[in-house]
């Protein structure tokens, strides 16, 4: 009897897990979970702003702009020069004739000296001074100081000397003057004046 009752028990028992395990009346345990905390920082994110060098470079120009000078001027013709006055008043040049070399300006002067018994054309129109002697009013029968060129003779801009066959001319803004190196003998013109050395 004692064997009838241990095994009615272990039946008891057995059904009683069985019936446990396959989610009958009783109550299953609660699992426990795991939860798990993410840390917030609430301290304030600082940014750091670092300075960048800047750097320049400097490009040269490619062209350099033109500049005129004096050289940059062609007086010559024919191995001589001709330049105007900047007022436009006179035509001057530094000439080589086959007998001589000359600078002259013409144009409109005043005073003139009473015209020579010799001079049967123009006179008083012109003023020049040659290989020897002093400067002196000329006769000539027409423009004795023009290259004759297609364009009009360069300005002589004022205080830029030209030099060139042993005589050197230079201009103002109102008159020229023209000198032999070599004698010092010369000339100045201006609308309204003259010398003569």
């Known amino acids: 009897m004692v064997r009838v009752r241990v095994g009615l028990l272990c039946l008891s028992v057995g059904s009683a897990v069985l019936l446990t ?3 009958g009346d009783a109550q299953s345990a609660p699992t426990p979970t795991t939860q798990s905390s993410t840390a917030v920082s609430t301290t304030p994110q600082v940014t750091t702003t670092v300075p960048v060098p800047v750097t320049t470079t400097t490009i040269p120009p490619t062209t350099v702009p033109p500049t005129t000078t004096l050289t940059d001027v062609h007086f010559e013709r024919n191995e001589s020069y001709y330049f105007t006055t900047p007022d436009g008043n006179f035509q001057c040049g530094i000439i080589r004739l086959p007998t001589r070399i000359e600078a002259g300006c013409e144009g409109t002067t005043t005073p003139v000296p009473p015209r020579p018994d010799s001079c049967m054309v123009n006179w008083g129109n012109g003023i020049r001074v040659q290989d ?10 027409g423009p004795v100081y023009m290259s004759g060129g297609p364009e009009a003779d360069p300005v002589l801009p004022p205080g830029t000397p030209l030099s060139k066959l042993g005589f050197t001319c230079t201009t103002t803004a109102t008159d020229v003057s023209c000198v032999n190196e070599q004698t010092t003998h010369g000339f100045t013109v201006a609308a309204d004046s003259n010398e003569v050395f």
């Open 132 to 141: 020897e002697g002093e400067g002196a009013f000329m006769c000539s029968g």
């Open 21 to 23: 395990g396959c989610g």
